[in-house]
Structure formats: structure tokens, C-alpha cells
């Protein structure tokens, strides 16, 4: 039986090499997809916090950078959610004399930082004493000793800085000189714990201080940002580690601040690699939000896979019915006939694995470029590619190469599984799939109402659950979809079409089963395409349009180093101006559930003076007065008030971005959350929550116009000095942490899977023109002309085009309206170029799957001996 099948396999791939081409490439692609998704996940499933200030460090003692939340969901045990955080939680300085006297330590160090401008640009200062934990070393001169002495580094420096030079610095909005005592080399040390540095300052990116003038500026008496432990010769890390784990515990010993209850807050003790996690803050963040993005969008692959490769199979099978009918009506047992086709398919599927698995690894690498060119990924996140991640490819080939023996057996079922006779008629679609397909509408309808009544994630989830489920359905209903197009396409087509519309009409009159394999494909392309670039093309419109009516501003002000405390108020005496309101960014954790299960959101928000802001940055306040915004309140958005059943005068609970838990009242709520925030806090509220009180802070400036302005931006630079003074700013706008990455990932998701889906129809279409030579090369033996054949052909490929079109555009914008409804109050918006974008390839690639494959037919006088050359 075996040397049965196997005849049957390699005769019936030699015979069909063209179909199982289009196979192969759909494999190939898969195979390629899924290994570099995969490889993504692994790699950042491995990902950490590049090591660079504590090199030489064998343990690093930091605070707790996470949050936590337990609750019970319904009929479990309790679950507990955790987020990371982004501002620094510090230690408390009690700390260090308990981690001295640790047996085995050699040093314990500690260490503080914080931005600082010099002549215009960033730069970050830290203690002297400290450097030694990265390994830096003076290459001239002497360590700081006097409040007014400075160390810089000298591997990033713009204009090189000399022994003795004086230059002024500016730390927390006030200008001091100093003078430059020593230059040190060594690792980049210039990145700050939980600091970004956009560029390098003109003396280097590190700027060392005395020790007690570096605490004194970091403006914390009372507590640490970290602390280096060196280790005594001879004692172990993990010995050590032990020690200092257990003297911590021993004095109860917490991180900063007031946490909410069940939210431990122990400090952290970080060796290896984990050491990094005391200086890249947004990276443990980053890395949750990646994962959890690559495996939604793995997911989303490997759904369309089984979609795309199920597809392809079925449809190059299903060319051969005939002849698997014909093999059961001579003898061919239903065991041999399965077996030949699984052999078939496997030994088209192991080759297209392997080619795909080879190519993933320079298509990870290529999206790891991306991912860094684009700035998705924070400073300091490293993605690891050990030597044996690089077998994650082959894991993902066997998964293809299952798909498609899966997907085999599928399509062969029904001919090994009648009787021989009955297996040489063509099966018409049963009444189980039309009632399967009505369901999954049904619930693809349900769910999309869903998302109306959720916010945020949920709704985006409920919305993506409704796409693929009406994807699914259109696929089941797609010959009785192909029938309702017809009666609606037939009559142009044979009232404007001639001939060759009125045989386009009857052929897809006759072969609707044919046509709705046809369509699927495009549905899938459309719809998906649509969703992923619909949903963020439409959150960034609402949200630039609300930020454009929101802005009132006619200047900005800001500094590196941070503005003077007293800056708003002395631009507020600036002669002719109108209005001035400090700007603070900064981030909340909102403790919630989700069906029923524990649930932590991390949102971007602003502080803000309060006194005037609605004629620099007017948030649309709805109910209550933004006047009233001091520490203790808050005002909330709109849609996030409705969720939480918020009101003027009722209470939200939140935690800050030090993980610190505070009881607020609410005094307002407003309607620009898109562009604004879900929360505004005032400024002194959320300055005390930050890492580095006015850090990235700016001013906002109401003026007159014309020369009333310019006369304005003159004082204003004269009231604040070493402030940049910036005219029509650009609108102020919130934006989520992982925005970047989701809009790169997504992109490269959408980019790959719809070229995927692209491939795909593009095989469909040229199976199903390939499988219908016969008949074409029959109407031309009939006497239909070639040019009536061509025009036929683009007929029925316009017709599959317009048809899957719709139907996909019609699965995309019901589950996009709802969730443009729930999130952003409004219509879905697709850019018209993209859309432009989706039918032109739609249209192009409908046309190539179905023109070329039917040249060897329309080619030549005699068209039996065209289509005999052209058979295989």
C-alpha cells in the first residue's frame, strides 16, 4: 500500500508542477512570516536593559519598579496584574549603612542623576564618586573636589573643553559656572537612569560633580536613585547576593513612597543583566508592551495562515477533483488516496518551510534595523539573538508543514470518504455551511456591538474578534455572496459588455462555488488591511483634530536643564502677554478589571497651572471648573469619566508613575481626551511624582499677533534667560509610550501579511484560471474569438475584484465603526491614498491572476495545440 501511495504522490507532482507552484510560494511565505514573528518574540522574551553605569557593579540595590493588583475574578482563585513604571522610585538612604555592613562588601556606592543643560544642550549630571561602577577612569586632570568643579566626558564632545575652562551649567532652571577640573573616557555613561537625552551637551553627555554637590542637586536629602555594591575577593555574586537580600529584608527596608494595599514595593536587589533595569527605566515597560503587541500580531499570522494556506490547498485540489474521483472509481482505497495527497503536499510544504525558515533570519534582522532606525525601541533595550534562538525558524517550518497536511486532508475528505461514483460529481455547497457561516456573521454583528459599550484596549480587541469572525463567515457564505453579486453585476455586464460580458455573466452565473473561492481571498486583503490601517489612522486624525482646536498658544518656552521654578510666574509679568501655563508630561497607572480579571493601564497625562488655561490649551471642559485644579484633584476626559462613572465632586483612585496610590477628587471633566489625556493634574501634583520635577516641562504663551508677538518672544527671552522661545508651537498632544513600536510593528504586520494575502489571491486566482483552460480552449473551438475571451476574462476579474471589495470593505467598517464610536466618538477615517492604494493592487492583482495563466489558451490559430503546449 505504501509503494502505492508513493507512485501516486510523485506522479501527481511531476504532472502538476504549475499548481503546486502557487502552493509553494504560499508556504515559502508563511514559513518566512511566522519564523521572523517568532523570532521576535523570542528575542524579546530574552530582551534587557543594556549594562552600561554599572559595569563594574556587582549588585546593583534599586527601588521596586513595578506595580501590582490582585483581585479575585469570578469563580477563580485571585490573579494579579503588574505593570512597570517609568519615573524612578528611589531608595531610602537608610539603605546604604545597612548594605555597608553586609559582610563581603568592598564598596557600596551611591548614585544619583539628573539632567542638566550646558551651553543649549542636554546633558546628564551624576556624582564623581560613582563613575568608578561603570569603570571610568580620569584620563586628565583630578576628581571634583569643591561645590563649584565639574569632570566631563570626553568621548561625545562637540568643541573640546579644557583643564580650567569655566562654563555655566544649568540644573533645575538655574545657571551656575563651573570649572572644569579633569576629563574621563570610558564606557557611554552619559545616559541617565530614567533620562532621556535627546543629544549630546557641547562638554560630553556625563557631567560628573563633586559627591555632596551632586545629592545636594538632585534635590532628595532623604533618599537614593541606586546603589552599586562591589563585592570583597573572594565572595560570590550569588553569596553576596544572598546577604544583602536578607539584611534588607532583615530592617524592613521598602522603596519610596505610599503604595496602594497588596503592593509590596520591596527593594530590588539587581545582578547580571538585570543591573541594566537600574538605568533604562522604559525598557521593562517597553518590553511588556512588546510582547504583548508581537503576540497579538503572531496570532493574527497564524490565523491567516490557516486562512491563506487552507485556501491555496483546497483551491489546487479542488482543480483535481475530477481526477482524485476518477483514482477512487478504479480502485483507489480512501487510506491510499489521502495518503498520496498528504505525501503530495508534504514534500511541496518541507521544501517551502525550509526556504522560508533560511529567510527569516536576515528578514528578523532587518526588522530589528527598522525597529532602531524608527526610534521604537527605548535607549538601552537590548534583543538578544543567542546562537540557538536561531532554530526558532525550523520550530515555525514544522508548523507550516502541519497547516498544510492539516489543510490537505481537508480538501481530500469528501473524495475518500464517498462512494467511488458519487466522488466524480462536483459537490454543491451543504446547507451545515450556510447555517455555520450565518452564526459566525451573527456573532462577527454581536461582537462589534460589543465594542461600542467597551473603551480602549477591550474595544480594540472586541473590534479586531469581530473582524476575523465576519472574515470567516464571508468565507463559508462566499458562493451564495458570489450568487447576490451576480444578480447585481450580470445585467452590466451583458447590457454593456457585448459578447464577452454577456459570456462573462454565464460563466459566473454557472460556476458561483467557483467565483466565492475567488472572492475570499480579496475579503481577507481588505478587510484586514483596512482594520489595521483604518483603527490608527483614525485615532491620530480624532486626535490631531483635537489637539489642533485645543491649541491657543501663540509661543513656548522651555530650557534643557529645566525652566527656573518661578518661570511662569515671570513670564506672566512680561509685558503683552495674555496668558501663561506651565506644562508638565508624566504617566498614571488606572487599577481596573476586565472581565472580571484584574487589569493595569498605563496612561499618558499632563499637569498644567490651572489660572488661564483655557486661552493657551483648551481641553472642552464639559462639567465642573478647571479653576479648581490643585494638589488632591483632577479633571477627567470624557469617555474615561463615563467608564468609571466619574462626576464633578466624586472620586477617581489612581497611582502615579512612581507607583505611589493617591484618593482624588474630581473637579471637571472635558472632552479633548484624545489629544489631551484621559487625566489633568495641576502641575505641582504631578511634579511630585516625577522622577525630576520639571523635566521636559514648557510654558505656554498667549500674545497678541504680529508685532505684539515678536516683541513678546524679545522680553520673554530677556525674563527667562538660556530659554529657547519657540513661535507657533506645535500642538500639545499626548502620546502612549509604546506608540512608536505599535505603529512599526504594525506597519511591518500590515506591510508582510497583506503582501501575504496579495500572493495569496494572486495563486488563487491563476489555480482557478489554470484549472479552466479546458473550457476556455472549448469556447474557442466553439467559435468565441479571442479578443471576446480577453474581454470575458477581464470581466469576471473586475467582477471578483468589485464583489470582494465590498464585501471586505463591509467586514472592515462595521466592526471600525464601532470601535471608532466607543474610542474616538467618531467616523473610521482611512487616508484616501491608502484606500486608493488598496483597491489599485486589489484591481492589478485580480487582473494577473487571471490573464496570464489563460495566454497559452488565447494565443495561436489552432487552440487545441496551444493548449496542449501550454498544459503544463
Same mark, same amino acid.
Given at each position: 500500500?505504501?509503494?502505492?501511495?508513493?507512485?501516486?504522490?510523485?506522479?501527481?507532482?511531476?504532472?502538476?508542477?504549475?499548481?503546486?507552484?502557487?502552493?509553494?510560494?504560499?508556504?515559502?511565505?508563511? @514559513?518566512?512570516?511566522?519564523?521572523?514573528?517568532?523570532?521576535?518574540?523570542? @528575542?524579546?522574551?530574552?530582551?534587557?536593559?543594556?549594562?552600561?553605569?554599572?559595569?563594574?557593579?556587582?549588585? $546593583?540595590?534599586?527601588?521596586? +519598579?513595578?506595580?501590582?493588583?490582585?483581585?479575585?475574578?469570578?469563580?477563580?482563585?485571585?490573579?494579579?496584574?503588574?505593570?512597570?513604571?517609568?519615573?524612578?522610585?528611589?531608595?531610602?538612604?537608610?539603605?546604604?549603612?545597612?548594605?555597608?555592613?553586609?559582610?563581603?562588601?568592598?564598596?557600596?556606592?551611591?548614585?544619583?542623576?539628573?539632567?542638566?543643560?550646558?551651553?543649549?544642550?542636554?546633558?546628564?549630571?551624576?556624582?564623581?564618586?560613582?563613575?568608578?561602577?561603570?569603570?571610568?577612569?580620569?584620563?586628565?586632570?583630578?576628581?571634583? !573636589?569643591?561645590?563649584?568643579?565639574?569632570?566631563?566626558?570626553?568621548?561625545?564632545?562637540?568643541?573640546?573643553?579644557?583643564?580650567?575652562?569655566?562654563?555655566?551649567?544649568?540644573?533645575?532652571?538655574?545657571?551656575?559656572?563651573?570649572?572644569?577640573?579633569?576629563?574621563?573616557?570610558?564606557?557611554?555613561?552619559?545616559?541617565?537612569?530614567?533620562?532621556?537625552?535627546?543629544?549630546?551637551?557641547?562638554?560630553?553627555?556625563?557631567?560628573?560633580?563633586?559627591?555632596?554637590?551632586?545629592?545636594? &542637586?538632585?534635590?532628595?536629602?532623604? @533618599?537614593?536613585?541606586?546603589?552599586?555594591?562591589?563585592?570583597?575577593?573572594?565572595?560570590?555574586?550569588?553569596?553576596?547576593?544572598?546577604?544583602?537580600?536578607?539584611?534588607?529584608?532583615?530592617?524592613?527596608?521598602?522603596?519610596?513612597?505610599?503604595?496602594?494595599?497588596?503592593?509590596?514595593?520591596?527593594?530590588?536587589?539587581?545582578?547580571?543583566?538585570?543591573?541594566?533595569?537600574?538605568?533604562?527605566?522604559?525598557?521593562?515597560?517597553?518590553?511588556?508592551?512588546?510582547?504583548?503587541?508581537?503576540?497579538?500580531?503572531?496570532?493574527?499570522?497564524?490565523?491567516?495562515?490557516?486562512?491563506?494556506?487552507?485556501?491555496?490547498?483546497?483551491?489546487?485540489?479542488?482543480?483535481?477533483?475530477?481526477?482524485?474521483?476518477?483514482?477512487?472509481?478504479?480502485?483507489?482505497?480512501?487510506?491510499?488516496?489521502?495518503?498520496?495527497?498528504?505525501?503530495?503536499?508534504?514534500?511541496?510544504?518541507?521544501?517551502?518551510? &525550509?526556504?522560508?525558515?533560511?529567510?527569516?533570519?536576515?528578514?528578523?534582522?532587518?526588522?530589528?534595523?527598522?525597529?532602531?532606525?524608527?526610534?521604537?525601541?527605548?535607549?538601552?533595550?537590548?534583543?538578544? &539573538?543567542?546562537?540557538?534562538?536561531?532554530?526558532?525558524?525550523?520550530?515555525?517550518?514544522?508548523?507550516?508543514?502541519?497547516?498544510?497536511?492539516?489543510?490537505?486532508?481537508?480538501?481530500?475528505?469528501?473524495?475518500?470518504?464517498?462512494?467511488?461514483?458519487?466522488?466524480?460529481?462536483?459537490?454543491?455547497?451543504?446547507?451545515?455551511?450556510?447555517?455555520?457561516?450565518?452564526?459566525?456573521?451573527?456573532?462577527?454583528?454581536?461582537?462589534?456591538?460589543?465594542?461600542?459599550?467597551?473603551?480602549?484596549?477591550?474595544?480594540?480587541?472586541?473590534?479586531?474578534?469581530?473582524?476575523?469572525?465576519?472574515?470567516?463567515?464571508?468565507?463559508?457564505?462566499?458562493?451564495?455572496?458570489?450568487?447576490?453579486?451576480?444578480?447585481?453585476?450580470?445585467?452590466?455586464?451583458?447590457?454593456?459588455?457585448?459578447?464577452?460580458?454577456?459570456?462573462?455573466?454565464?460563466?459566473?452565473?454557472?460556476?458561483?462555488?467557483?467565483?466565492?473561492?475567488?472572492?475570499?481571498?480579496? #475579503?481577507?486583503?481588505?478587510?484586514?488591511?483596512?482594520?489595521?490601517?483604518?483603527?490608527?489612522?483614525?485615532?491620530?486624525?480624532?486626535?490631531?483634530?483635537?489637539?489642533?482646536?485645543?491649541?491657543?498658544?501663540?509661543?513656548?518656552?522651555?530650557?534643557?536643564?529645566?525652566?527656573?521654578?518661578?518661570?511662569?510666574?515671570?513670564?506672566?509679568?512680561?509685558?503683552?502677554?495674555?496668558?501663561?501655563?506651565?506644562?508638565?508630561?508624566?504617566?498614571?497607572?488606572?487599577?481596573? !478589571?476586565?472581565?472580571?480579571?484584574?487589569?493595569?493601564?498605563?496612561?499618558?497625562?499632563?499637569?498644567?497651572?490651572?489660572?488661564?488655561?483655557?486661552?493657551?490649551?483648551?481641553?472642552?471642559?464639559?462639567?465642573?471648573?478647571?479653576?479648581?485644579?490643585?494638589?488632591?484633584?483632577?479633571?477627567?476626559?470624557?469617555?474615561?469619566?463615563?467608564?468609571? /462613572?466619574?462626576?464633578?465632586?466624586?472620586?477617581?483612585?489612581?497611582?502615579?508613575? /512612581?507607583?505611589?496610590?493617591?484618593?482624588?477628587?474630581?473637579?471637571?471633566?472635558?472632552?479633548?481626551?484624545?489629544?489631551?489625556?484621559?487625566?489633568?493634574?495641576?502641575?505641582?501634583?504631578? =511634579?511630585?511624582?516625577?522622577?525630576?520635577?520639571?523635566?521636559?516641562?514648557?510654558?505656554?504663551?498667549?500674545?497678541?499677533?504680529?508685532?505684539?508677538?515678536?516683541?513678546?518672544?524679545?522680553?520673554?527671552?530677556?525674563?527667562?534667560?538660556?530659554?529657547?522661545?519657540?513661535?507657533?508651537?506645535?500642538?500639545?498632544?499626548?502620546?502612549?509610550?509604546?506608540?512608536?513600536?505599535?505603529?512599526? #510593528?504594525?506597519?511591518?504586520?500590515?506591510?508582510?501579511?497583506?503582501?501575504?494575502?496579495?500572493?495569496?489571491?494572486?495563486?488563487?486566482?491563476?489555480?482557478?484560471?489554470?484549472?479552466?483552460?479546458?473550457?476556455?480552449?472549448?469556447?474557442?473551438?466553439?467559435?468565441?474569438?479571442?479578443?471576446?475571451?480577453?474581454?470575458?476574462?477581464?470581466?469576471?476579474?473586475?467582477?471578483?475584484?468589485?464583489?470582494?471589495?465590498?464585501?471586505? =470593505? $463591509?467586514?472592515?467598517?462595521?466592526?471600525?465603526?464601532?470601535?471608532?464610536?466607543?474610542?474616538?466618538?467618531?467616523?473610521?477615517?482611512?487616508?484616501?491614498? +491608502?484606500?486608493?492604494?488598496? $483597491?489599485?493592487?486589489?484591481?492589478?492583482?485580480?487582473?494577473?491572476?487571471?490573464?496570464?495563466?489563460?495566454?497559452?489558451?488565447?494565443?495561436?490559430?489552432?487552440?487545441?495545440?496551444?493548449?496542449?503546449?501550454?498544459?503544463?
Amino acid at each position: 500500500m505504501s509503494t502505492a501511495t508513493r507512485l501516486l504522490a510523485t506522479r501527481a507532482a511531476r504532472t502538476h508542477r504549475r499548481a503546486w507552484a502557487a502552493v509553494f510560494a504560499a508556504l515559502a511565505l508563511t @514559513s518566512l512570516l511566522l519564523g521572523v514573528f517568532g523570532l521576535t518574540l523570542a @528575542s524579546a522574551g530574552l530582551g534587557h536593559a543594556r549594562v552600561e553605569r554599572y559595569a563594574a557593579a556587582d549588585l $546593583v540595590v534599586a527601588g521596586d +519598579q513595578n506595580t501590582r493588583y490582585t483581585a479575585k475574578p469570578w469563580g477563580s482563585d485571585p490573579e494579579t496584574a503588574e505593570a512597570g513604571l517609568t519615573e524612578r522610585v528611589r531608595v531610602p538612604a537608610a539603605a546604604l549603612a545597612v548594605v555597608r555592613k553586609v559582610p563581603g562588601v568592598r564598596a557600596a556606592v551611591p548614585d544619583e542623576v539628573f539632567p542638566v543643560g550646558v551651553g543649549g544642550r542636554a546633558g546628564v549630571g551624576r556624582p564623581w564618586g560613582a563613575a568608578r561602577l561603570a569603570s571610568c577612569s580620569l584620563s586628565e586632570g583630578r576628581a571634583p !573636589r569643591a561645590a563649584d568643579e565639574v569632570v566631563v566626558s570626553d568621548g561625545h564632545s562637540r568643541q573640546r573643553v579644557r583643564l580650567g575652562d569655566r562654563v555655566t551649567i544649568r540644573v533645575h532652571g538655574a545657571d551656575r559656572p563651573y570649572t572644569v577640573v579633569g576629563r574621563t573616557h570610558g564606557p557611554n555613561t552619559g545616559t541617565g537612569i530614567g533620562i532621556s537625552t535627546s543629544t549630546e551637551a557641547d562638554v560630553g553627555t556625563a557631567v560628573y560633580f563633586s559627591t555632596a554637590q551632586a545629592h545636594r &542637586l538632585a534635590g532628595h536629602p532623604d @533618599s537614593l536613585a541606586a546603589i552599586g555594591i562591589r563585592a570583597q575577593q573572594g565572595v560570590s555574586t550569588q553569596q553576596l547576593y544572598e546577604r544583602v537580600r536578607h539584611a534588607l529584608d532583615d530592617k524592613h527596608l521598602k522603596s519610596v513612597g505610599r503604595r496602594a494595599d497588596g503592593d509590596s514595593a520591596r527593594l530590588r536587589v539587581l545582578t547580571g543583566n538585570g543591573r541594566g533595569a537600574a538605568e533604562f527605566l522604559e525598557v521593562a515597560p517597553a518590553r511588556q508592551e512588546m510582547l504583548g503587541l508581537l503576540a497579538s500580531v503572531a496570532a493574527t499570522m497564524v490565523l491567516v495562515a490557516l486562512l491563506v494556506v487552507s485556501s491555496t490547498i483546497v483551491q489546487a485540489l479542488q482543480q483535481r477533483a475530477h481526477e482524485l474521483g476518477l483514482l477512487r472509481a478504479v480502485g483507489a482505497t480512501p487510506r491510499q488516496l489521502r495518503g498520496a495527497v498528504g505525501r503530495e503536499v508534504g514534500r511541496v510544504a518541507a521544501g517551502a518551510a &525550509l526556504v522560508g525558515a533560511v529567510g527569516a533570519v536576515p528578514a528578523y534582522v532587518g526588522l530589528r534595523a527598522l525597529l532602531h532606525a524608527r526610534g521604537a525601541l527605548p535607549e538601552g533595550f537590548e534583543l538578544p &539573538l543567542p546562537p540557538y534562538l536561531l532554530a526558532a525558524p525550523l520550530v515555525t517550518a514544522g508548523l507550516t508543514i502541519l497547516v498544510a497536511r492539516i489543510a490537505a486532508l481537508i480538501a481530500c475528505a469528501r473524495t475518500a470518504k464517498v462512494r467511488p461514483a458519487q466522488a466524480l460529481r462536483a459537490a454543491e455547497p451543504g446547507t451545515a455551511r450556510r447555517i455555520s457561516g450565518l452564526v459566525l456573521l451573527f456573532v462577527g454583528f454581536s461582537s462589534a456591538g460589543t465594542a461600542t459599550l467597551q473603551h480602549g484596549a477591550a474595544a480594540a480587541a472586541a473590534a479586531g474578534a469581530a473582524t476575523v469572525t465576519l472574515v470567516i463567515a464571508c468565507a463559508l457564505l462566499g458562493p451564495w455572496i458570489a450568487q447576490g453579486a451576480l444578480r447585481v453585476l450580470g445585467t452590466p455586464m451583458r447590457r454593456f459588455g457585448g459578447p464577452g460580458g454577456a459570456l462573462a455573466a454565464a460563466n459566473c452565473a454557472a460556476s458561483a462555488r467557483r467565483l466565492g473561492a475567488a472572492i475570499t481571498p480579496v #475579503v481577507l486583503v481588505t478587510a484586514f488591511v483596512a482594520v489595521q490601517l483604518s483603527a490608527g489612522a483614525t485615532l491620530t486624525h480624532a486626535g490631531g483634530g483635537q489637539a489642533e482646536r485645543a491649541a491657543r498658544a501663540d509661543l513656548a518656552v522651555r530650557a534643557d536643564g529645566g525652566l527656573p521654578g518661578d518661570a511662569v510666574e515671570r513670564i506672566r509679568a512680561v509685558d503683552g502677554v495674555r496668558a501663561a501655563t506651565g506644562v508638565l508630561r508624566g504617566t498614571v497607572v488606572l487599577a481596573g !478589571r476586565e472581565t472580571g480579571s484584574p487589569k493595569l493601564e498605563r496612561l499618558p497625562v499632563l499637569g498644567v497651572t490651572p489660572q488661564g488655561l483655557e486661552r493657551t490649551l483648551d481641553p472642552d471642559v464639559t462639567g465642573g471648573d478647571l479653576r479648581a485644579l490643585r494638589p488632591g484633584t483632577v479633571a477627567v476626559g470624557g469617555d474615561r469619566a463615563r467608564a468609571l /462613572d466619574a462626576h464633578p465632586g466624586s472620586t477617581v483612585t489612581l497611582r502615579f508613575g /512612581d507607583g505611589q496610590e493617591a484618593r482624588l477628587k474630581v473637579v471637571a471633566t472635558y472632552e479633548r481626551a484624545l489629544a489631551l489625556g484621559d487625566f489633568l493634574f495641576s502641575r505641582e501634583e504631578l =511634579a511630585r511624582h516625577t522622577a525630576v520635577p520639571g523635566r521636559g516641562e514648557q510654558v505656554l504663551v498667549a500674545t497678541g499677533h504680529g508685532r505684539a508677538e515678536q516683541r513678546a518672544a524679545d522680553a520673554l527671552a530677556r525674563a527667562v534667560p538660556g530659554a529657547q522661545v519657540l513661535r507657533h508651537p506645535e500642538p500639545v498632544r499626548v502620546e502612549a509610550g509604546d506608540q512608536a513600536l505599535g505603529e512599526v #510593528v504594525t506597519g511591518a504586520a500590515v506591510g508582510a501579511i497583506g503582501g501575504y494575502t496579495v500572493i495569496a489571491v494572486l495563486s488563487t486566482l491563476a489555480l482557478i484560471t489554470v484549472g479552466r483552460r479546458p473550457e476556455l480552449t472549448l469556447l474557442r473551438l466553439a467559435g468565441a474569438g479571442r479578443g471576446q475571451l480577453r474581454r470575458m476574462l477581464r470581466l469576471e476579474a473586475a467582477a471578483t475584484a468589485v464583489t470582494g471589495l465590498v464585501v471586505g =470593505a $463591509v467586514a472592515a467598517s462595521v466592526p471600525l465603526l464601532a470601535f471608532s464610536l466607543a474610542v474616538a466618538r467618531t467616523v473610521p477615517y482611512l487616508p484616501p491614498g +491608502q484606500a486608493a492604494l488598496i $483597491v489599485a493592487v486589489v484591481a492589478v492583482t485580480a487582473l494577473a491572476g487571471t490573464l496570464p495563466p489563460a495566454w497559452a489558451v488565447l494565443r495561436g490559430r489552432y487552440p487545441g495545440a496551444a493548449s496542449n503546449s501550454g498544459a503544463r
